[in-house]
């Protein structure tokens, strides 16, 4: 499956986004999606997942309660609402495609089938 993300910026601390990955080339139902994010200097890090079917979900900690992951069958489309951001929360942020049993658990880089690119996110403050 093919992926492609979109809706990052600048935005100030406090604000929101609404970051977008379009799937294509494969059934999209057959997915579960996620995002990751990596920052400067940093390693990629799982940011959160949603289910084939959407009915599950699960975040890193950090994000619990400011970011919120769904999906759209019909647009083939994965999203990750971003409220109260703040400067730590900069970072590309990547969406993934993952087959199989849906676990909350942390995606690990090696679970992931498929990759977009990034789209960035920058915080000031």
């Known amino acids: 499956v093919q992926l492609q993300a979109s809706g990052g910026g600048l935005v100030q601390a406090g604000g929101s986004l609404r970051l977008s990955c379009a799937a294509s080339?494969?059934?999209?139902?057959?997915?579960?999606m996620g995002w990751f994010r990596q920052a400067p200097g940093k390693d990629r890090e799982f940011v959160s997942a949603i289910s084939r079917m959407g009915d599950n979900t699960h975040y890193q900690d950090s994000v619990k309660g400011r970011f919120t992951i769904s999906r759209d069958s019909a647009k083939n489309t994965v999203y990750l609402q971003t409220n109260s951001l703040n400067a730590e929360d900069t970072a590309v942020y990547y969406c993934?495609?993952?087959?199989?049993?849906?676990?909350?658990?942390?995606?690990?880089?090696?679970?992931?089938?498929?990759w977009g690119k990034g789209t960035q996110v920058t915080v000031s403050s």
């Open positions: 993934a495609a993952r087959t199989g049993w849906f676990t909350a658990t942390l995606w690990t880089l090696g679970e992931v089938n498929s």
């Open positions: 080339g494969r059934t999209f139902s057959n997915y579960n």
